[in-house]
């Protein structure tokens, strides 16, 4: 049996509905109104330790996938509580949805990742750790007036799509030689003036006017943050990950 928590979430429907015709799949939401339909559900909460280690119980497999929580000091302790029930309830191996660089560094976006990642080892369970790039679904550019404008100084984006990374995850759960790896999952390098060029638009760099998440995001794209490229999504996948081009032409 292959548990998925936060099953309700839109990486997790995805998930369950590509082990769906593969596995036993049971989904773990916090709300059971909201579960996924077509599998069995169980009730388990990030913030309830004792729903996670009952949600948990009999999992061959679990795909702990990481909690939409923003405070990384409260986003810890969710994701510490969950490895412990993991391991209470014996889990046979656990898949984690960490983040790049996760591996490396503990700062920023990866803090909470990096010490789930080292909790998961100190616990002794089986694992492989999934790190995802940004998804693509949120960068999809739109063009405007015959054009196409960033403020990313023409920089590359390793981002990937949550079906492909969905599948993918799907694909550990249910294969072999995946025990004890950790994926750098990055999706086809892109820019926005390349975008544009393939396209055939015109391109034009703005200043940066976001607020929040995206201007910080936005300087890490101009700082060349997001380029890292490894092949670990396309061979997880066993095909190319899908590109951003053929993602905004297929949405106009």
Known sequence: MIVVSAASGALGRLVVD????????????RDPGRAPEGVPARHGDYDD????RAAFDGAARLLLISSPELDPARRI?????????????????VAFTSFLGA??????????????????????????????PFYSDAFVPRIAGGEL?????????????????????????TGEGHLGRAY?????????????EELGVAYREV??????????????IRAGALEQQTPDLEKVLGRPAERIVSRVRRDA
């Open 149 to 173: 404008t960033a403020s990313t100084g023409g920089r590359g984006l390793n981002t990937a799509f949550r079906s492909d990374l969905a599948e993918a995850a799907a694909n550990v759960l």
């Open 49 to 52: 330790p004792a729903s996670l």
């Open 184 to 196: 750098d999952f990055t999706g086809p390098l892109w820019s926005h003036p390349g975008l544009a």
């Open 207 to 220: 200043p940066d006017t976001a607020s929040g998440p995206m201007s910080w995001i936005n300087a890490q």
């Open 103 to 132: 591996g490396t560094g503990a700062t920023g976006m990866t803090e909470a990742y990096h010490a789930t990642e080292q909790a998961i080892l100190r616990s002794g369970l089986p694992y492989t750790l999934l790190r995802h």
């Open 77 to 93: 302790a969710q994701h510490l509580a969950a490895v412990d029930a993991a391991r209470d309830a014996g889990v046979g191996a």
């Open 18 to 29: 590509h082990l769906r015709p593969r596995a036993e799949v049971v989904a773990v939401v």
